[in-house]
């Protein structure tokens, strides 16, 4: 009976030519997401409840009634996105319990875009490539979140540790390659710190390789983003974030405490974004919590856009 709790659903997108899902799985289950072509992005995760149906089987009605419960899950997030396969343990996965007394489920909804993936070993040297395009980093992580990557000859207590993240990662690999149509980062602790000592680590990076013709928008916390495209064309949305995850972009005049924090992103930046401007000729966004929610309290954040302009 368990089993049937498990539910995916899959709705193809074919104007934008990208798989769109939603997982949903009970509390306590592994989720499983995973991309045939390309890699995950997550755009919305959480878990409560919000059906007395999901999720039911075996459980007395007080644990399901409650169907106004809902918290955000960052860790999703943070775990799965530019992986091409992600395996998590729900247990204890949210940041706190949103409705106490309730049984809960979790529900992430993801694209799998179409990026480039690099591995590389601690001690070497990652090349990304482009031809006749730029780089643009999606996802860095110098660690271990798995424990068959760079496993070979390696004792197995460097590997057991599959929760191991460089809080810096994206910021010093997007400093060295974005813009550029090839570039080498070292995979080191002396370039990202050591994030789980003991542990033999690898940085893993997924990237996009932009064509001629990408446009960027990039406004401070509290400004409006303005997208135009020329007569006859509209605007395509290619990513999307509110949040921070560099030190320096928007940094004049705060303190460092509002800037620490380089790994902020609002889990639906890429859904209102697209919402709101696709197919559109102009189009104006405010970079407010008040859109996309607050996905970093206490840190100042920007809103970064790439998009194309299209025919109509």
Do not use: W
């Not at 368990?2 to 009970?26: D, G, Q, W």
């Not at 992430?108 to 395009?133: D, F, Q, R």
């Not at 209102?272 to 000729?281: D, F, I, L, R």
Request: hydrophobic share 30%; glycine share 6%; proline share 4%.
């Amino acid at each position: 009976f368990l089993f049937c709790c498990f539910l995916t659903v899959v709705l193809l997108n074919f104007r934008l030519l990208i798989s769109a899902e939603t997982v949903i799985t009970c509390d306590g289950f592994v989720q499983r997401l995973s991309c045939d072509t390309g890699v995950i992005s997550v755009q919305s995760a959480t878990c409560g409840r919000t059906s007395s149906q999901i999720c039911s089987v075996g459980r007395p009605p007080s644990e399901t009634s409650n169907t106004q419960c809902s918290i955000d899950v960052p860790a999703i997030f943070k775990r799965c996105n530019g992986l091409r396969e992600c395996e998590l343990n729900t247990q204890g996965l949210a940041p706190k319990d949103p409705c106490f007394g309730t049984y809960k489920y979790y529900t992430t909804n993801y694209i799998c875009i179409p990026a480039e993936t690099s591995v590389t070993c601690h001690g070497g040297y990652s090349y990304l490539k482009c031809e006749n395009s730029r780089i643009q980093i999606n996802t860095a992580n110098y660690g271990r979140t798995d424990k068959t990557t760079c496993s070979e000859g390696r004792p197995s207590e460097q590997l057991q540790n599959t929760n191991c993240y460089s809080p810096n990662a994206l910021a010093p690999v997007s400093k060295s390659c974005n813009g550029l149509e090839s570039c080498e980062v070292f995979a080191t602790h002396t370039v990202f710190t050591d994030p789980c000592f003991g542990t033999y680590k690898y940085l893993a990076i997924s990237y996009y390789c932009l064509p001629p013709g990408v446009r960027s928008s990039l406004v401070c916390e509290h400004e409006t983003s303005a997208m135009t495209c020329d007569d006859g064309t509209v605007i395509r949305i290619h990513s999307a974030n509110y949040g921070r995850t560099d030190s320096t972009t928007c940094s004049t005049g705060r303190p460092a405490s509002q800037l620490a924090k380089t790994d902020c992103y609002a889990l639906n930046s890429q859904t209102v974004v697209t919402s709101g401007c696709e197919g559109k000729n102009s189009c104006s966004i405010l970079a407010s919590n008040s859109v996309f929610s607050d996905p970093c309290v206490g840190t100042f954040k920007y809103l970064y856009i790439s998009y194309f302009c299209v025919s109509k």
